[in-house]
């Protein structure tokens, strides 16, 4: 067919090209939509139980949309640019992950923790706490969308093993709020209608990759990114996630266990759910008392803040690894007041 493109003077529209283009589009969009902070929310732990089972139906289910959002992200290994991707396979394994994942909801301020202290994080294996997972963030994490290179708003991430060409992987999936992700936002009413009877969810899948578990976060000798905006939201998940699994174990972290209530009982027993899943809690603990040395005055503060916070990568015997470990971190100020992060963070490796 001859080419009947308006644009003579381009042989083609390249994928940057198409990237800048949905960008100023996003940004354009974004400056008329005042995101209400609830939009951006997930207020109950109750919330991932019911989150998890309404996507782990959809991906059960055959369909072309389930095989398209399976793929969405990734990209073909180096030397084996020629075997096929398997669509279908990659769709059961997302499945199987959110069958066996340990549940996580995360609390608004400890998510305000995690974003400040990501980009800092030492570089680390990736060593989550259990071999699947499936965190939700009661506050949504903003970072780079690999689509558009626009901003996009990260609530859920599910973790899971599995093997590939280059051995043992660490398959990461990212979720966002429907409505504010940049391709639904740009639809028609008539489309959204479409696309919600097709993906019938309230987070919508958002990407896939792999991560090979005898590399680091910025290490992509085995499987590469196709560019720098891919690259950069690729490590930024790793990160997230990683300080995520770092923080939860430490003593700033309140651990808590939500049990499933009545009503969310009833409703597996009528939906024929396989398991009723309790989720783990982690909290941002209350502010510690410590004395000040010397003489002082009282003195009104209108926040509290975290004290003493760096990264080590410290070692543990009990594993033979190392792991990132945040240094004596602890709050101050009143506990009725907001919390403070400063965007000014320390990384100690060693």
């Not at 969810?201 to 891919?230: H, N, V, Y």
């Amino acid at each position: 067919m001859a080419d009947t493109s308006l644009t003579p003077l381009r042989d083609k529209v390249t994928r940057s090209d198409i990237r800048e283009a949905y960008r100023q589009a996003q940004d354009e969009l974004r400056e008329t939509v005042n995101y209400r902070p609830e939009v951006l929310q997930s207020s109950r732990p109750v919330d991932v139980v019911h989150i998890r089972q309404q996507l782990l139906r959809w991906w059960e289910r055959p369909g072309e949309w389930q095989r398209r959002f399976a793929m969405q992200g990734r990209r073909s290994i180096e030397g084996h640019e020629d075997a096929p991707f398997n669509a279908t396979g990659t769709q059961l394994q997302i499945a199987e992950g959110f069958r066996d994942a340990t549940l996580y909801w995360v609390s608004p301020e400890m998510c305000d923790l995690i974003a400040a202290m990501a980009p800092s994080i030492p570089e680390t294996l990736p060593q989550p706490p259990d071999e699947s997972g499936f965190v939700l963030l009661a506050r949504s994490i903003p970072g780079t969308d690999a689509a558009t290179g626009g901003t996009i708003y990260t609530t859920g991430y599910l973790w899971h093993t599995v093997m590939t060409v280059v051995g043992p992987c660490l398959a990461i999936e990212t979720y966002s709020w429907r409505d504010i992700v940049f391709m639904y936002e740009i639809m028609n009413d008539e489309l959204k209608e479409m696309f919600r009877q097709a993906v019938p969810c309230r987070l919508m899948p958002t990407g896939g990759s792999e991560w090979p578990m005898d590399q680091e976060i910025s290490d992509f000798s085995k499987l590469t990114a196709d560019d720098g905006i891919m690259h950069d939201s690729m490590v930024e998940d790793r990160r997230t996630l990683c300080t995520f699994w770092a923080l939860a174990s430490q003593k700033i972290a309140l651990n808590e266990t939500w049990q499933p209530d009545r009503a969310t009982r009833r409703k597996a027993v009528r939906e024929k759910w396989k398991t009723i899943p309790s989720v783990r809690i982690i909290r941002l603990r209350e502010p510690t008392v410590r004395a000040d040395h010397g003489a002082g005055r009282d003195v009104e503060w209108s926040h509290r803040w975290i004290v003493g916070k760096h990264w080590r990568n410290q070692w543990y015997p009990s594993t033979g690894q190392h792991r990132p470990k945040l240094i004596e971190p602890y709050q101050k100020g009143p506990a009725d007041k907001p919390l403070k992060i400063r965007e000014t963070v320390r990384a100690l490796v060693r």
